[in-house]
């Protein structure tokens, strides 16, 4: 029966801290991955642990502090724009957030740690409230940062900027995201519809 983590920022916690049903998988992509993931498995598990708020120090520190997760067959790893939040909001760069050395000990943890196929997800934002623009350049560092580690590890890297922004400019700012940063049910399902063939290619 395959083992289905998924671990991140609130992007993928997606309410399931607020919510008694749904299995705590959230309102998110992951719900919806795992509706659509059960027609391809007679049996399956799913965890969902997004957190709200999560840098990629924070969720190393928790991978470190649990080891049930070694036992998964696939882990998705969703993070970054919170470390791009504390950059622009604080002024704390992120070469002085460690990011990169952080990042990249998170992917080595995981990989070292599990036989699980890892997914790595880009950060992104949108421009829109205008305030957020200003943030584009440092998701660009963040996600350039990124991508060389999980090439350097071998690990499959999802850049999401693009796919989301090119939504959004067809479909419509509010369609996509209700704040600028996080997504509504709309955002979700795109991106659950780009994740889906990573999962799904082998079988």
């Given at each position: 029966m395959?083992?289905f ?37 007679s ?81 992104f ?5 205008q ?52 997504l ?20």
């Amino acid at each position: 029966m395959p083992v289905f983590y998924f671990f991140g920022d609130s992007i993928t916690a997606s309410g399931r801290l607020w919510q008694q049903t749904n299995g705590g998988l959230g309102d998110g992509y992951v719900s919806l991955l795992a509706a659509q993931l059960k027609n391809h498995f007679s049996e399956i598990s799913f965890y969902n642990k997004g957190f709200d708020g999560f840098t990629a120090a924070a969720l190393l520190r928790c991978l470190r502090q649990d080891t049930v997760w070694q036992a998964a067959d696939y882990i998705t790893v969703q993070i970054g724009i919170n470390n791009v939040g504390v950059a622009m909001n604080t002024g704390v760069s992120l070469q002085a957030q460690d990011f990169s050395m952080q990042y990249r000990h998170l992917l080595c943890e995981i990989a070292s740690r599990t036989s699980a196929r890892i997914l790595a997800l880009g950060p992104f934002i949108f421009p829109q409230p205008q305030e957020y623009a200003a943030w584009l350049p440092t998701v660009r560092e963040a996600e350039a940062i990124m991508a060389k580690a999980a090439a350097d590890l071998n690990i499959s890297f999802v850049p999401l900027q693009n796919i989301l922004n090119d939504a959004a400019h067809e479909l419509g700012y509010c369609a996509v995201t209700t704040d600028g940063i996080h997504l509504p049910g709309v955002g979700h399902r795109i991106l659950a519809a780009c994740l889906l063939p990573y999962y799904t290619c082998d079988m």
